[in-house]
Each structure stands twice: as C-alpha cells, then as structure tokens.
C-alpha cells in the first residue's frame, strides 16, 4: 500500500562542503551538466505553450544553473505527469493525481494548477484544462464534502475502504479537513477573477457550494456532533480519531471543527486556527462569487455571516500570549481554553496567513507569530547539517519539508532570509532535479517521496515570485 510517509530514498551523492550558514550542503561537481529530467515532449500529460514559453523566459534570468534546472524541472511537473485532461458531455474534466500516488486529492490538485492560473489569458486549451478541475472538484464534493481524495474510477475501492467511516467507491481517503472544501473556493474564485469565464459556475456549483455551507455549520457542532465520524484500524495514531470518532470535545463557540490536518494527521484541538482563517477568507470569496454570478443575495448572506462569526471567534480564541513571543496564533485551541502551540509545514498553515490572503504580512501578531513557528520553540523546527525548516507528524522528527521553506521564502520580506532558504532548496533536493516531501536534517540525501507535484509546483511558483518582485535576487548564485 502507498501512502504518503511509506519510503525514503537515499541518494549516493556525498556532501560537498560548508556554506555560510553553517549547514553542510549536498550540491553537484560544478562540471555536471544539469540535463532535463522532465519527459520528453511526446510522454509529457499535457502541454502548454504559454507555460513553456514562461520556463523559457524565467530561465534566462536565473544566474545559478542549478537553481534554474531545478525551476524548470519542477515548474511543469504538474503539466508533464499527473494531469489527465479529457472532454465529458461538451465539459472540460480534469482528474490530478498527486504524483506516486493515484488519487486526487482536493488540496494539493488546486494547489498544483495554482501558479498556471496567470497563463491562461495567452492559453485558451491551459484554461480549459484549470477549468476542467473546478468541474470535476465539484463533482467530488457532491460526492462526499467530507472526504479529502478521490480516484477517477467511480467504481473503485482503495486500500482504506475498510475505515470506520460512510466510505464509498470511488473514494480514497475520507478524512474530514477544513481546507478541503476552502482550496476549490480559492481555485473558483481566482480562475474567475483571472479569466472571467463563469461556465464552471452551474447549477451542479452552486449545489456543491451549498454543501459545503452546510458541512462548515455542521462541523461547528452548536447542535450535537454533526453527521461526520472517523476511526481506523492503524498502529498510527495520527491516523485515527480519538473520542470514539469524533475527536475531543469542544466548546462550540462558532468555529469550525477540523478532525484532520492538511497533513492529513488528526488534529488535537478540533478547532484547526489556520484552517479557521482560510474558511473566514474563502466564505467570502464564495459570498462574492454567488452575488455576482449566481445572483443568489440570500446565499451570499449566509456566507459572510459565517464568514464573520468565524472572524471574531479566532480574535476571541486564537490570540494568545506566548511565554518568549508575546501574542501568537496558536495551531490549534477546543473554546475551553486549551492552546497548542506549533506549527505544520503543510498549507494551511500558521506561517502560510498571508499567502493565503487571510492577514497582512505586516501584521504584529502574525509577525510574532512567523519568529515563534521558525524558532527553536515550535517542537516541530529542525535545524540541522543539511538545512534548516518546519516538519510535522505525518512523517516525524528530524525530517524538514521543502513545502515550509518555500513558504518562508515565500512570506519574507528579507532578501537575506529568502536567499538562505533558495540556498537550503538548491542544495537538498538529493541530485533528483526536484523537491520532495521531507529530507534529514542532516542528510538530505534520506527523503520521502520522490515523485510530489505539490512541491514541486510550490517551488516554482517561488521562482515566478522572485522573478516579478524581485529579480535581482536570481541574478548572481544562491
């Protein structure tokens, strides 16, 4: 069975040498030739040539040759392997598997398409292709709403068919995450806004969109439990729920329960406060989109009233004071009181706020918050030989997820801090051209997942990032 934490590969290239933070770094003979290692064009999912003519471009401005391999290996990772596009009854479909394994998850597929979105006005078949995954979102969610991936065969039972859940075929993993149900908002929405076609919008939408009202104020538990339970026979305890399925209690004090983690890991504290905000930002996105397309006034009212209820629950429940940081946004809180404080790589997540729109980088309290989640403090921060970053649980201590530096990178307003984290990505991709899930802290060359397109794309959205804010940060060696 493949899961998401199942292997890690170890690379033979040796580590060549100390850079100026510190860390040991593993890098190539500065002979090598850095050679495509995407398919050739003909085995490549799907092709774009705004996405291609994009590689080209931002290529050139890259000094480090490295850097730019790695850029151009990961930016179309997406395109090349795990986009299968199709036309179903005159419709765009798409189903996006994550990379090693064959499901579509609804968070990483939006995350996956994200950084293509600003193509798609030079790219009619690119755009059809980003449509095609709202639709086929929208019919998982119609589907199950609290199911997390799904397989493209209708049919099929996976290898968790056997969880303490209202499983179906062609399911994957029903495991109920907040975030879920708030990516294919964002993706929806900022396709819209980007191309201005409203076709994905339909009446099958709109159903789908009123579910996934319904899930969000089921899952604030004001009245009972709510319909959602999960348990599974597993020696993982992350991988199961506690309290017979339904999590610990909570105080029902209006936000919204989150039994799993964008890591897919069960939370501690059912009030996941990333999760939280990116629900408050993506309500009223889906306010805005039903007022304005579906002309549905009283819907989009109901959506901004959760929207604020959410809002001024986390000011309530989700500032606290730190004992070495002062105010912080804990990770997860139940309404009694109870705080944990940390911080996951997987996005959501606290250090990833203003990358997804949900407070102002500047923000006091996020700012503290961002020293707290990169500092020795967060239990969940490693820094060690080969590099420095946040992990989590899902597949345990010392192991760094490229995903969290990318986000540093990408939250940072230092042009030190994001030279140091490009430095740590160049040189702990273990000679593969790629990022992966997590490395060793101090071997880079021990990782989980070889094939992640999550990351991947990540990283290349990074380097369109830089290239348009700040250029001159590409320009000389990282």
């Keep these: 069975m493949t899961t998401r934490r199942d292997f890690v590969k170890t690379s033979s290239i040796a580590a060549l040498g100390v850079a100026s933070t510190g860390f040991s770094f593993m890098s190539f003979n500065s002979k090598q030739a850095f050679t495509s290692q995407r398919p050739v064009p003909g085995k490549r999912n799907f092709t774009s040539k705004a996405v291609e003519k994009k590689i080209a471009e931002v290529k050139k401005a890259i000094g480090d040759k490295e850097l730019a391999w790695i850029f151009e290996n990961c930016l ?20 996006v598997i994550t990379g090693d394994i064959d499901a579509m998850w609804l968070r990483d597929s939006s995350a996956q398409v994200w950084p293509y979105l600003p193509l798609m006005k030079s790219d009619k078949p690119l755009q059809r292709m980003v449509a095609g995954v709202v639709n086929r979102q929208t019919s998982y969610i119609l589907k199950d709403p609290y199911a997390n991936a799904f397989y493209d065969d209708p049919n099929r039972k996976g290898e968790w068919a056997d969880d303490l859940t209202a499983m179906q075929p062609g399911v994957h993993e029903r495991k109920w995450e907040i975030d879920s149900l708030c990516y294919p908002i ?29 899930t969000f104020k089921e899952q604030q538990r004001k009245e009972g439990k709510g319909p959602y ?35 897919d890991d069960a939370t501690i504290y059912l009030f996941l406060v990333p999760s939280n905000y990116f629900a408050v930002v993506s309500l009223r996105q889906l306010a805005e989109m039903s007022q304005q397309i579906r002309k549905d006034a009283k819907f989009a009212a109901e959506c901004k009233a959760l929207a604020d209820e959410v809002e001024k629950a986390l000011q309530q429940y989700a500032v606290a004071d730190h004992l070495n940081f002062g105010k912080v946004h804990p990770f997860e809180v139940d309404g009694f009181g109870n705080k944990l404080f940390m911080d996951d790589a997987n996005i959501p997540s606290l250090l990833a706020l203003p ?36 992990g989590g649980p899902h597949v345990g201590p010392e192991m760094i997820w490229p995903m969290s530096i990318i986000m540093q990178a990408m939250t940072s307003q230092s042009d030190q801090e994001i030279k140091d984290c490009l430095r740590i990505l160049k040189t702990t991709h273990a000679g593969t051209g790629f990022m992966h899930e997590t490395f060793h802290k101090d071997d880079a060359a021990k990782f989980t997942r070889e094939w992640f397109a999550w990351a991947n794309t990540l990283f290349g959205e990074l380097i369109l990032k830089l290239h348009a804010e700040r250029p001159h940060l590409l320009k000389g060696n990282v």
């Design 76 to 95: 179309p990772s997406t395109l090349d392997t795990t986009v299968t596009y199709q036309e179903k009854n005159g419709r765009p479909d798409t189903y």
């Design 229 to 263: 339970e999960f348990q599974r026979v597993t020696p993982k305890q992350t991988d199961t729920v506690a309290g017979a399925g339904f999590g610990y209690p909570i105080n029902p004090v209006g936000l919204i329960c989150s039994t799993f983690r964008p890591s």
């Design 186 to 214: 964002r993706l929806g929405y900022h396709y819209w806004k980007t191309s201005g076609d409203t076709d994905p919008f339909d009446a099958e939408w709109d159903k789908a969109m009123k579910l996934v009202l319904k």
């Design 355 to 390: 990358y997804l729109g949900c407070c102002p980088v500047n923000d006091p309290v996020y700012q503290n918050t961002r020293k707290f989640v990169l500092s020795d403090n967060n239990p969940w921060f490693f820094k060690g030989k080969a590099g420095q970053g946040i």
